[in-house]
């Protein structure tokens, strides 16, 4: 397998040799990785005291992490499912981006609840007392089909580009790292018959994780949807959940655009024109949030039903701020910064992203959190200061954890492969060698 | 700085505006104080101080506020209790503990809220003339009657409570569930009708309640008897049950799960057997 010798140059700056701000950048997601560990040390020696969580609010941050990046992950693989199979020519730079925020998050995710679970040495009853009419267990099913299709799809498209990378003989690597190469490329040198298999596979597996990410997201969505809590009964949630993935997942693609064309110097690769195609899509998105966003505060609103009241005039009293920024600015300012093709330069596309994503996170919040805070039944023994949620050190600690392990495994990966693929960029049409 | 980028920053700036809760922030709450006075079957008596405010037409509790109990007209302290969730602080009233009386023989309670940063201060107190209720359930003449007595004390003279009205109700889950009603005589006696129809529990079990309610003199009063005169209840389980409750999922819901996880799984299957092929493919092209 042969390739460009500039493309491979350019697509693979931190394979050869590492920067000192590569050190640098990764030492400070580490430091913050071992303050959540400290944390996380806290939190099982002294048990969940340490935490906000109490008999009103048991779910806390930590579910909020938990759909946050489980929301990325499916977002990731819708847009990366959707990528491929739509051919979209200047889907390229972007595909590889996508399909790794799909596994980096789908492997985070899982550890916030674990964060949460009280008695985490009888998690395997899960495994072993399973009940198929649960809800968490259609969850623990589906996270785990999910991961592995995932991962499937992921060394898919990876293959071709180990290959390319084991026959580039100016290569300045170790040898071990020339072996991963070899051993992860299954020998392939790009016959046709080759290409042919490969092709197939990577569109039948696009189809089934876009199905999957659906499916999968939608279970989530019905762990709260199927309770009679106020905030969460609701028939729209599992569409609603699904459509606000999207929308976070195009935040951060949209950012981690950013973020490595600036880094690794892309701006021959990644352009404009990637920012404003994926910046539409983030304006459409927004568009579908919003309705669903509405549509299910409405008939509450409008239904009066005590329990939903008391929760409404919860989020525009004590959450009024929070609630605004998340359901009004969160998603009309992306609208109006992308959609003014004025505003439309990749520093602003980027500012839309990144507030479309804190506003995401907050709903998540906002979903969570005051519900618990208004149960549907009344709890007993409840005291005053047990009713109102408020995150502790530990908790953010663990969720920064989250974000800078995120941003770690990132970088390991740009050490071992490239982040744009490179067999995407040699335009080879893989619909030609189908037909 | 471009012109579009100090555009964005002012949007930026309106909506900071625009989400800032500080008008809520610096709003003076004047709260309301409820004080009530109960005494339950037992002759426990209890103080609750209710501490609310009013926004937007809507009653909101104020928790965790310090409410200060007293009694008599001299203010003695009784108690200092923080409100819970609900807003309201309570204090049992120890039988031992001799309330000072007042010249027209009531007890005074009075309660306040000294205010802090943006809450105003508030009080609240209430007289309670000291009322004893008996009550008795029996079948007379084959009917369900219940006898009420009702008198107050004054210097060891009992005086019989006439022209006032009670009401008798029979507990429920939730709240107590009005029956029948009706005003003492000027022997303090009360004899009503209760109701045959009025469902128990399994067993025709109804706890009767009787109470003076929210009563400006006598505050709230109550005693129950327990009797067999409900309708027993038969609880009748329904053709659906819940599903998610039972030993073992319903068929449906397996065969859904067994057909998408087999289409799922042999999906992946292809994959892998696609890798095989490659690696296959591989060291064909290699011993060629």
């Known amino acids: ?435 | 700085m471009k012109v579009h980028q100090y555009s964005i920053l002012l949007i930026l700036n309106i909506v900071t505006l625009f989400t800032s809760n500080t008008g809520y922030a610096q709003e003076k709450i004047s709260p309301n104080l409820k004080l009530q006075y109960f005494k339950n079957t037992d002759d426990q008596r209890l103080l609750k101080a209710t501490l609310t405010f009013t926004q937007k037409r809507n009653e909101k509790p104020l928790p965790n506020r310090e409410v200060t109990f007293y009694a008599g007209s001299k203010k003695e302290i009784l108690a200092k209790i923080i409100t819970n969730e609900k807003g309201t602080a309570s204090i049992q009233l120890s039988n031992d503990y001799k309330l000072p009386l007042e010249k027209d023989g009531t007890w005074f309670f009075s309660s306040d809220f000294t205010g802090k940063d943006s809450i105003d201060a508030a009080s609240s107190e209430i007289s309670i003339k000291d009322v004893h209720l008996e009550m008795t359930a029996n079948l007379v003449d084959s009917i369900k009657t219940i006898n009420l007595k009702a008198y107050t004390s004054d210097n060891g003279k009992n005086i019989p409570v006439s022209g006032e009205a009670i009401n008798i109700f029979a507990a429920r889950m939730f709240n107590p569930l009005p029956i029948i009603d009706g005003t003492f005589d000027s022997n303090g006696t009360l004899s009503l009708e209760f109701p045959s129809d009025v469902p128990g529990d399994k067993d025709g079990n109804l706890t009767i309640i009787a109470k003076f309610d929210d009563h400006p003199t006598f505050g709230n009063v109550e005693k129950r008897e327990v009797s067999q005169w409900g309708i027993p209840s038969r609880y009748q389980e329904p053709n659906t049950h819940r599903a998610l409750w039972t030993k073992g999922a319903p068929t449906w819901m397996i065969v859904a799960l067994t057909i998408m996880l087999i289409g799922v799984w042999g999906h992946y299957m292809y994959a892998i057997i696609c890798l095989i092929r490659i690696k296959r493919s591989a060291k064909k092209e290699k011993n060629n």
Not at chain 1, 82 to 93: D, E, G, I, N
Not at chain 1, 128 to 133: A, K, N, T, W
Not at chain 1, 412 to 427: F, G, R, T, Y
């Open chain 1, 1 to 435: 397998m042969q390739a460009d010798n500039k493309l491979l140059k350019d697509l693979t700056p931190e394979i050869e040799g590492t920067k000192a701000s590569w050190y640098i950048t990764f030492s400070i997601f580490f430091i913050i990785f071992v303050i959540g560990i400290y944390g996380l040390v806290q939190q099982i020696s002294k048990g969940h005291i340490v935490t906000g969580m109490r008999d009103n609010v048991v779910w806390g941050v930590y579910i909020v992490n938990f759909i946050f990046f489980m929301g990325l992950s499916y977002a990731g693989a819708i847009l990366s499912g959707a990528l491929h199979l739509f051919h979209t020519s200047w889907r390229r730079p972007i595909i590889r981006l996508a399909e790794l925020i799909t596994v980096i998050s789908l492997v985070i995710g899982p550890f916030f609840i674990f964060f949460c679970i009280g008695r985490l040495d009888r998690l395997y009853f899960l495994f072993i007392h399973p009940r198929i009419q649960s809800p968490i267990t259609w969850d623990v099913i589906a996270i785990c089909t999910d991961l592995v299709g995932c991962f499937i799809f992921l060394y898919l498209s990876f293959i071709e580009d180990f290959a390319i990378l084991r026959d580039y003989k100016e290569l300045e690597v170790p040898n071990w790292k020339k072996k991963v190469y070899s051993i992860l490329s299954l020998g392939f040198t790009g016959t046709e018959q080759q290409r042919k298999i490969i092709a197939s596979a990577r569109t039948i597996m696009a189809t089934m994780i876009i199905a999957i990410a659906i499916i999968v997201y939608s279970v989530l969505s019905w762990i709260f949807g199927v309770t009679l809590q106020p905030g969460w009964h609701s028939t729209i949630f599992g569409p609603y959940f699904v459509i606000s993935a999207v929308f976070s997942g195009t935040g951060i693609l949209i950012i981690l655009m950013w973020i490595f064309r600036k880094i690794y110097h892309l701006e021959n690769y990644i352009t404009l024109r990637h920012f404003k195609n994926v910046g539409v899509l983030l304006i459409v998105v927004s568009a579908f949030y919003g309705y669903f966003t509405f549509s299910d505060y409405l008939t509450k609103w409008y239904g009066s039903v005590k329990m939903d009241s008391l929760l409404i005039d919860k989020l525009f009293s004590d959450y009024y701020s929070l609630f605004i920024f998340a359901n009004y600015v969160g998603i009309l300012l992306p609208i109006i910064i992308i959609g003014l093709p004025k505003f439309r330069t990749i520093r602003n596309i980027t500012i839309a992203a990144a507030i479309a994503l804190v506003a995401l996170w907050i709903n998540r919040y906002l979903i969570v959190v005051p519900t618990l805070e208004t149960p549907f039944l009344p709890i007993q023994d409840s005291r005053a200061e047990w009713v109102h949620y408020s995150p502790t050190w530990v908790e953010w600690s663990l969720t920064l954890a989250g974000i800078s392990v995120f941003g770690m495994l990132f970088m390991l990966v740009s050490k071992i492969a490239p982040i744009i693929s490179i067999s995407e960029m040699q335009e080879i049409d893989e619909e030609e060698l189908l037909k």
